[in-house]
């Protein structure tokens, strides 16, 4: 698998471009809300999008700690923590903050992936850091970890269109969205990859600039 993983992104950018391990752990949280009745909604697309991950790394997301659930897969020489917080998307810092401080790991070396009610369906946008942005996950996150400073993969879920927002999140996609949206969990592993090896300002350079460009197109 490291192998494959090495000659995937070898193709994107130079070997001199990998980072210099600040530390040897990353740790990528997709946020949701557990139970099966909220399985394919909106709101759980970073569950959606951790899951392909796992499936891409050839390990499971199901060992229980943290008040999550937990996988752990090598990329080259990372160790990378694959959490789903399973307590509901209000309290995601939580677990998030747990498994940091279990592993050491620093908020610069933290990525949180999750859906976004502002970005078309299917639309991916990373960040390094910034606001939460009205997203209650994300607010718990930055008061449990004390900084914003932390990697973002916003996964578009497409505006609530005069719907109330808390219900249209709890929606599960329509037949016609489908389609964009498995792309986007797809392109969501390459990206967490890329930043995983690469850091974030190669990943935004690299995935921001795709999307852009081939949502242009379609247009």
Same mark, same amino acid.
């Given at each position: ?32 809300? $557990?139970?099966? *009745? ?42 990378? =923590?694959?959490?789903? $917080? ?18 050491? =790991?620093? $908020? ?33 996150? =930055? ?13 578009? =879920? ?23 949206? *498995? ?6 592993? *390459? ?26 197109? *379609?247009?």
């Amino acid at each position: 698998m490291t192998e494959t993983l090495s000659e995937t992104f070898g193709d994107l950018l130079p070997a001199s471009a990998l980072l210099k391990p600040r530390t040897t752990m990353r740790l990528i949280a997709g946020l949701g809300n $557990p139970g099966s *009745e909220y399985d394919s909604t909106r709101h759980n697309v970073g569950f959606m999008a951790v899951d392909a991950l796992a499936e891409r790394l050839g390990v499971s997301v199901r060992k229980k700690a943290f008040n999550g659930l937990v996988g752990e897969a090598m990329v080259g020489d990372l160790k990378v =923590i694959l959490l789903k $917080p399973q307590q509901y998307m209000n309290r995601s810092g939580h677990a998030i903050a747990t498994a940091a401080g279990f592993y050491k =790991i620093a $908020p610069q070396d933290v990525m949180v992936v999750l859906d976004d009610l502002a970005l078309p369906v299917g639309q991916l946008r990373l960040r390094a850091k910034g606001a939460a942005g009205g997203h209650n996950g994300l607010k718990d996150i =930055i008061a449990r970890l004390g900084t914003d400073a932390f990697a973002r993969l916003r996964i578009g =879920i497409g505006d609530a269109g005069g719907r109330d927002a808390a219900d249209y999140v709890l929606s599960r996609f329509g037949a016609d969205e489908k389609a964009a949206i *498995e792309k986007a969990v797809a392109q969501s592993s *390459e990206a967490l990859l890329c930043w995983v090896q690469y850091g974030i300002d190669k990943a935004m350079n690299q995935y921001n600039a795709r999307i852009d460009a081939e949502t242009k197109n *379609e247009k």
